[in-house]
């Protein structure tokens, strides 16, 4: 049971990074692709450390 919540976290964060990098590429403002780059290298960050402990 915990294995899976482990891996719904691992694919919650993998998602938003993913997400959070393409955003990043398509913006226009760069305040708020500052903004995107953080969010994106946090739930990376994250991802990274639910993969490790799976």
């Given amino acids: 049971m915990l294995k899976m919540f482990m891996k719904g976290k691992y ?3 993998l998602i938003q990074h993913r997400h959070n990098a ?3 590429q398509d913006c226009l403002d760069e305040e708020l692709r500052a903004k995107l ?3 994106a290298s946090y739930h990376n960050s994250k991802a990274l450390e ?3 402990r799976m």
């Fill in 11 to 13: 694919y919650y964060h």
């Fill in 22 to 24: 393409l955003l990043q």
């Fill in 37 to 39: 780059m953080v969010r």
């Fill in 50 to 52: 639910f993969c490790l």
